[in-house]
């Protein structure tokens, strides 16, 4: 469960959804560059687990989205 819930932190992340673009818009500091996106998967990967670890990209194994 929070190995999922971490690896679709990492996707939002990776696919720029998260941060919310209303909030990039007011903090524009928030505006993650390509290495930083890639050291806070990274961290959230070592904080809380990964399924399975990270590939290629630092894009999360195993991670699809399931649901909606
Ligand atoms: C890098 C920082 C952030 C991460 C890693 C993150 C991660 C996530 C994830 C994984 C979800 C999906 C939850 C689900 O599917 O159940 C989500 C939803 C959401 N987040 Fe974030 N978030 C971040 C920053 C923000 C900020 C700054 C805001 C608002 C100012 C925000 C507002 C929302 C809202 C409103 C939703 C639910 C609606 C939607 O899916 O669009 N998030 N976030």
Redesign the pocket.
Known sequence: MLQR?TS??A???QRG????W??VMLHPS?N?SAAEKQQ?IAG?GNTFGSEGGFRGEGFPVGGGRSG?
């Open positions: 819930r679709q932190s996707e939002a992340v959804r998260m941060p919310q209303y909030y928030a993650l806070l959230l909606d």
